[in-house]
């Protein structure tokens, strides 16, 4: 490839008669001594024996007419990490401390200071009643200089307004954004307001996240969204920025109440259905098992194994198989967008009687009536699915569910996946594809379908 080329481009916009010429020349970025150098892509680098560093960013220059443009191609890189640990809150476990650290050195250094590390913790109101002395125990016994600010984080506050009020806190605390990560601790709502608050303190402070709750765990966890509900639309006001690392702890989970399981056995059915069988089965065997156990490891147990242990793990597998590849939702075909289409419209509807994991359940089960009626599913598969989801005691209809919210909500989608409808469908149980050309014919008798054999059920349960 030539470094530079001269193109003659026939320039429609001028009103001049001759085209314009124009030269493009490419640039690679170096790093000599202290300095960034741009240096003409394919020509070798002269210099001295200073270690010299390559960027992966790009600078194209176009000179054209009279005018110059320069066009910036600047790859970002994250990086964090998921980690699996139990007993988080034991004095003796420093993953909550330095698990996020990966350089060795880095690592030593802070270890070497332990009396000087500060946290700044925000903390689920509930999770603190629950668990708040433990967590301020676990601080005390590491000589940690610490805050914890304890916030009701429930959907009806997840609000810009939380969002400022923690950044207030965390401005008198006086963080110091490159050693001290924020700390949260709670559900996905907990979650997604304190990793917004983070993301925009000091345009990118590093936190850590703690979930409470299995749908947290599974899910609210893994991947790099925040966001909190902004003029009644869900998560509205929000941005892709992961945390650099997510402890994962299931003994949170043993407080959840019930219906809170079923809310993440949501989620956890989700994966199962779009990419894997054995996460189905899994789901079908031990449901009710894991939901009168509260997803706490019972190896005593031989007929259910450690079943809570393999579907959170096969869960968050699958899970940041779709999301790692796709941080930033550049790629609309996703398969995690099973449930989220008319979900969102439904959840802000229905609030606060409807969890989001029901939300999403609720639009599963219409889903799969979409997919038996363009028969991708048949009779069989469609009613494994649906039992599977009253065995996991999750909502398979809802009242609000209307085919006017139905058709609202998928127009509002419509917007905003590049004026094309991106569908994802089960194609079988654990195989799923992503469709376009639904019609509404089919939607409707779908609904049809759905509203005459799921509204029965859902007034059983
Ligand atoms: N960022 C993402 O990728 C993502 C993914 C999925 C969901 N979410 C968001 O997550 C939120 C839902 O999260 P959720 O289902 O965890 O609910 P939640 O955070 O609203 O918590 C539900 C309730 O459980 C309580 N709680 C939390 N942990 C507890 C514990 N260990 N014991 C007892 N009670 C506890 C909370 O106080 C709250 O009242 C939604 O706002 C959704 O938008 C985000
Ligand atoms: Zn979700």
């Not at 698990?99 to 999770?127: C, M, W």
């Not at 004026?419 to 654990?430: D, E, H, I, K, V």
Request: proline share 4%.
């Amino acid at each position: 490839m030539p470094a530079s080329k001269e193109i003659l481009l026939a320039d429609s916009s001028s009103t001049a008669t001759m085209p314009k010429i124009s030269k493009q020349t490419d640039f690679q970025l170096v790093r000599i001594k202290n300095t960034w150098c741009r240096i003409k892509k394919g020509e070798p680098v002269h210099d001295s024996e200073d270690k010299i560093t390559a960027s992966q960013a790009k600078i194209t220059e176009v000179i054209s007419g009279g005018e110059i443009s320069w066009t910036i191609e600047a790859p970002i890189y994250f990086c964090y990490k998921v980690v699996e640990t139990c007993s988080l809150l034991d004095p003796s476990n420093q993953t909550l401390l330095y698990g996020h650290i990966r350089e060795s050195g880095e690592l030593e250094k802070a270890l070497n200071n332990k009396e000087t590390q500060r946290r700044f913790i925000v903390i689920d109101k509930t999770v603190n009643e629950l668990y708040g002395s433990i967590v301020r125990k676990y601080f005390d016994d590491n000589y940690v200089q610490y805050k914890i600010l304890s916030l009701p984080t429930i959907e009806e506050n997840k609000s810009i307004d939380m969002v400022l009020d923690i950044l207030q806190e965390v401005q008198s605390f006086g963080l110091d954004r490159r050693t001290e990560p924020i700390i949260a601790i709670g559900g996905g709502t907990c979650l997604d307001i304190v990793g917004l608050a983070a993301s925009l303190y000091r345009r990118r402070t590093p936190y850590i996240r703690v979930p409470t709750t299995l749908l947290s765990y599974v899910d609210a966890s893994v991947g790099a969204k925040n966001g909190v509900n902004f003029l009644q639309c869900k998560n509205k006001l929000g941005s892709y920025v992961p945390p650099i690392a997510t402890f994962l702890d299931r003994i949170f989970i043993q407080t959840i109440p019930r219906q809170h399981i079923s809310n993440g056995l949501g989620e956890i059915l989700k994966m199962a259905l779009m990419k894997h069988k054995c996460l189905f089965d899994l789901l079908k065997t031990h449901g009710k098992f894991l939901l009168d156990t509260k997803f706490q490891s019972h190896n005593g147990l031989v007929d259910h194994g450690d079943a809570a242990l393999k579907t959170t793990r096969i869960a968050i597998e699958t899970m940041l198989e779709e999301l790692a590849p796709n941080l930033w939702e550049d790629d609309l075909n996703r398969l995690v967008d099973f449930g989220h289409l008319i979900s969102p419209e439904l959840e802000m509807r229905a609030l606060p009687s409807l969890m989001h994991g029901e939300a999403v359940n609720v639009d599963m089960a219409f889903m799969t009536y979409v997919s038996y009626v363009k028969g991708l599913l048949n009779e069989m598969e469609k009613i494994q699915i649906i039992q599977c989801m009253s065995s996991l005691e999750l909502p398979v209809w809802h009242k609000e569910c209307t085919w006017h919210l139905i058709k609202k909500a998928l127009t509002e989608r419509l917007k905003h996946s590049a004026g094309q409808m991106r569908m994802p469908l089960p194609t079988g149980l654990g195989t799923a594809d992503i469709f376009n050309d639904i019609s509404e014919e089919t939607l409707e008798r779908a609904y049809t379908l759905w509203t005459n054999e799921c509204r029965p059920i859902s007034m059983r349960s």
